[in-house]
């Protein structure tokens, strides 16, 4: 008598891809990075959000965990709090790409955000290859910053 010995086929999942961007979203509100975290995924970019921060404290920790290449940061966190998170983030990570977003448009809240680090900032509404293209090639650099 022989013996039999079942065996499932074997069938190889494609790993899936990093994601050449990898995003920590900054907001205090819940509702505004959901909506964010969901333009990201439906934009067709090369990017990811890999995690969520409500606060600079929570955003060092998170980009340095996830090794994330771009903080999308809203203005106002209040704008103290969000000019100190960008001085904080850019002082501890240089290569770390730092977006603004925000309603506010007053050019001394721009300015500030880029003196305190931002590579860029948008005004809203914003789409997600604006925030992806508002990344400098040296993102050590806060050239790239937008009028």
């Known amino acids: 008598m022989t013996s039999q010995t ?4 074997t069938t190889s999942e494609p790993e899936a891809k990093e994601p050449r961007t990898r995003v920590v979203l900054v907001d205090p509100r819940a509702d505004r990075r959901s ?3 969901q333009v990201f ?3 067709g970019v090369d990017a990811a959000v890999v995690a969520e921060a409500n606060g600079g404290a929570d955003a060092i ?3 340095e965990e996830h090794h994330a290449d ?3 940061v809203e ?3 209040p704008v103290a709090d969000g000019l100190a998170t960008i001085a904080a983030l850019r002082q501890r990570f240089p290569d770390l790409a730092i977006v603004v977003i925000s309603f506010n448009t ?3 809240v721009k300015e500030e955000a880029k003196a305190a680090g931002a590579n860029a900032y948008l005004v809203k509404p914003v789409n997600a290859r604006e925030v992806v293209a508002a990344i400098p090639d040296d993102p ?4 790239a910053a937008t009028p």
């Open 106 to 108: 007053d050019a001394a």
């Open 75 to 77: 203005l106002p966190l």
């Open 70 to 72: 771009l903080a999308v």
């Open 6 to 9: 079942d065996t499932l086929p």
């Open 61 to 63: 920790g998170l980009v």
């Open 41 to 43: 995924e439906h934009s």
């Open 35 to 37: 909506v964010m975290r």
């Open 140 to 143: 050590s650099t806060t050239t």
